[in-house]
């Protein structure tokens, strides 16, 4: 008996799901587990050929055939497989991380049944199942979402409602725009010469869009998510969630290419994305608590994304890819030394309470700024490279644009800056300051994606070079 593919992962990652729920009490066999699953999903697609047939002692499983239900078909395409590596490998390493980090929590087993369902909506070619498959997906991260982080002495800190009932808000107003958009997509291929049917499309697709990836002036949410909620559920939230986001972007626009062969999609893209750019950068640059500015960092970093999908060029869907690639090794830092210093601070991330902080607990200081630096485009990271790339291409357009995204980032560094200045300043009065006890393995984390991060970004081609492969397989862009 063959097995299709779909069947096979989506199937043992909602019973891996299921165990650890039951298993949650274990905070490290649960942990062990969610990540032995992640990484089998990940060496399976890596190694096995989509038309060749695994075969295992009970069953045979064929990765590349389709998956018939109710007349929906669930298929994995060739350039479905790295977006799901993608995935699969970031989900691996946040469950070593929560492991340290958050103890007896359901991130183990929302992480896996949420990667089965955005693995779904990557097979499946419905739109509009798609974007439903996502939030749902979304929906289920709202528990772990609200869980607190306990501290050695027994205190709690975070868990606030507020940034998952945004998040859960937003998502659901994006959808009716995508259903429409469809409809109106569906009918103009009955009737091609109704030009208002497209414009109306065009400008309900962008704004669904804009509202899930948090655009201006939908942001509020990547903000108060990242105040309430934990390292690793922020930055599976961040990384995997909206990289399912960003990929149902590219299947939408390979399946209605007249879409963006219009001459006011590109501009309304460029446009987007340069608001959501300068809007990040300049409230970045003046914030003083933390949590905002890694919001405002994503927020910028989002829009940098639609700018290169902005110019239609297969350059620009390579830049886009790399700079999600590049996203968990800069967000995962971010957040590792956010975690540290809100533990020194007690819940409280104002780096003005927080004077001092970067000589109490060093390595998570650091953790903050490399991450913030790599977030924001500067030397030496893997986001350098990325928005190198993108500053080039929007040079052969025009200076304008390239000085608007080199100034956002700008405002990112800023913000970094001035956190670093009061981190960095020794209180009143004080003469030696007392270094604190840290988790090795969480140091060794640090160290690990600190060294990773700088040889990326010393040797981008490692990734680049995939990024370029997964940007041929989509023709929306050319002529």
Avoid: C
Wanted: aromatic residues 10%; glycine residues 10%.
């Amino acid at each position: 008996m063959i097995i299709p593919g779909p069947l096979f992962i989506v199937g043992a990652l909602l019973a891996v799901a299921v165990i650890l729920l039951l298993v949650r009490r274990w905070t490290g066999v649960a942990a062990f587990v969610a990540t032995v699953a992640s990484s089998a999903v990940v060496v399976l697609l890596l190694v096995v050929p989509l038309d060749r047939v695994l075969h295992l002692p009970w069953f045979d499983v064929l990765l590349g055939a389709p998956l018939n239900v109710r007349g929906r078909f669930l298929v994995i395409e060739p350039v479905d497989v790295l977006p799901m590596v993608f995935m699969a490998a970031t989900s691996a390493l946040l469950s070593i991380l929560t492991w340290r980090l958050m103890l007896r929590s359901s991130f183990f087993s929302v992480a896996m049944a949420s990667l089965a369902l955005l693995f779904v909506a990557l097979m499946v070619g419905q739109v509009v199942f798609a974007a439903l498959l996502i939030e749902m997906a979304a929906l289920l991260m709202i528990f772990p979402l609200h869980e607190p982080v306990r501290m050695r002495d027994g205190t709690t800190y975070g868990g606030g409602v507020k940034g998952g009932l945004q998040y859960m808000v937003y998502t659901s107003l994006a959808l009716p725009g995508l259903m429409i958009a469809q409809l109106l997509l569906a009918q103009y291929e009955v009737l091609p010469g109704e030009r208002g049917l497209l414009q109306t499309a065009t400008l309900l697709f962008v704004f669904s869009f804009g509202v899930l990836l948090g655009a201006v002036p939908f942001q509020a949410w990547l903000t108060t998510v990242t105040e309430d909620g934990s390292p690793p559920v922020v930055t599976f939230l961040f990384t995997v969630g909206l990289g399912a986001v960003w990929f149902l972007l590219l299947d939408y626009l390979e399946s209605y290419t007249w879409l963006s062969e219009q001459a006011a999609f590109s501009t309304l893209l460029t446009g987007v994305g340069l608001l959501m750019m300068v809007f990040g950068g300049t409230l970045a640059a003046g914030q003083r608590r933390l949590g905002r500015i890694v919001g405002y960092a994503t927020l910028a970093d989002n829009g940098a994304m639609f700018v290169a999908l902005g110019t239609r060029r297969e350059a620009g869907v390579a830049v886009a890819l790399l700079l999600l690639m590049a996203r968990p090794f800069a967000l995962g830092l971010m957040m590792l030394g956010l975690d540290g210093l809100r533990r020194l601070g007690r819940g409280d991330d104002d780096a003005r309470r927080l004077r001092g902080g970067a000589w109490k607990m060093p390595w998570r200081a650091l953790a903050f700024m490399m991450g913030g630096m790599a977030l924001a485009g500067f030397p030496p990271s893997l986001g350098f490279a990325a928005r190198w790339g993108l500053y080039r291409i929007l040079m052969s357009q025009g200076t304008a644009q390239a000085l608007l995204a080199l100034l956002s980032g700008v405002g990112v560094m800023m913000g970094l800056v001035n956190a670093a200045r009061l981190l960095l300043s020794r209180p009143q009065g004080s003469r030696e300051i007392e270094t604190q006890a840290d988790d090795p393995l969480v140091l060794a984390f640090v160290v690990g994606l600190v060294v990773a991060l700088t040889v990326l970004g010393l040797f981008p081609q490692f990734l680049s070079g995939f990024a370029l492969d997964v940007a041929r397989e989509f023709t929306f862009y050319q002529p």
